[in-house]
T-cell receptor
Framework: GAVVSQHPSRVICKSGTSVKIECRSL??????MFWYRQFPKQSLMLMAT?????????EQGVEKDKFLINHASLTLSTLTVTSAHPEDSSFYIC????????????????FGPGTRLTVL | QKEVEQNSGPLSVPEGAIASLNCTYS??????FFWYRQYSGKSPELIMS????GDKEDGRFTAQLNKASQYVSLLIRDSQPSDSATYLC??????????FGAGTRLFVKA
């Protein structure tokens, strides 16, 4: 299998607070993890690509100082939304690709269940 | 031109019919192609991956790839109401970046 978990599944916070979301690969080592954001009835928007032990690569328009990503191990990546505001309310989804093996086996993205963030 | 294009739908089919979902991509160097299903309020789940020209079947699902024409499709046979969801096409480009289409909404009427 290729199971990816996220925690918390849902969070409500006050404007100005920071929120940390964890993404874990439970039964495989993930060399690369991705963070997406999805607004209602819209498609996935890639925010950043995270490789274990190195700095994340952010997509254009995504503030790296606001969305802090840490990929400290091969099974854990965290996204911290700093000083959250109502416009940051969204569905945040992480995905992971396996490490090692052939290109074909490593390029499939397995998604976590997502975290719904509501900022009041 | 978008890198991965899908008809947003909605595509409506009666129960038991074949649903046909299409996707085109722009990068000729793309090597890996994926179909994901996303239910409302949930994250995407992988249905199939395909890497070679031709058809690949898995149960009621068949993925078709034509690299010369740069399109990939997904057929769902014997469609069920539980198949109603948004289907995302994803392409791993020659630059090793996975690009997702905007998705096609499918409704299967009972």
């Amino acid at each position: 299998g290729a199971v990816v978990s996220q925690h918390p599944s849902r969070v409500i916070c006050k404007s100005g607070t920071s929120v940390k979301i964890e993404c874990r690969s439970l039964d495989f080592q993930a060399t690369t993890m991705f963070w997406y954001r999805q607004f209602p009835k819209q498609s996935l928007m890639l925010m950043a690509t995270s490789n274990e032990g190195s700095k994340a690569t952010y997509e254009q328009g995504v503030e790296k100082d606001k969305f802090l990503i840490n990929h400290a191990s091969l099974t854990l990546s965290t996204l911290t939304v700093t000083s959250a505001h109502p416009e940051d309310s969204s569905f945040y989804i992480c995905s992971a690709t396996r490490g090692g093996g052939t290109v074909i086996s490593t390029d499939t993205q397995y998604f976590g269940p997502g975290t719904r963030l509501t900022v009041l | 031109q978008k890198e991965v294009e899908q008809n947003s739908g909605p595509l409506s089919v009666p129960e038991g019919a074949i649903a046909s979902l299409n996707c085109t991509y722009s990068d000729r160097g793309s090597q890996s192609f994926f179909w994901y299903r996303q239910y409302s309020g949930k994250s995407p789940e992988l249905i199939m991956s395909i890497y070679s020209n031709g058809d690949k079947e898995d149960g009621r699902f068949t993925a078709q790839l034509n690299k010369a024409s740069q399109y990939v499709s997904l057929l769902i046979r014997d469609s069920q109401p539980s198949d109603s969801a948004t289907y995302l096409c994803a392409v791993l480009t020659g630059g090793f970046k996975t690009i997702f289409g905007a998705g096609t909404r499918l409704f299967v009427k009972a």
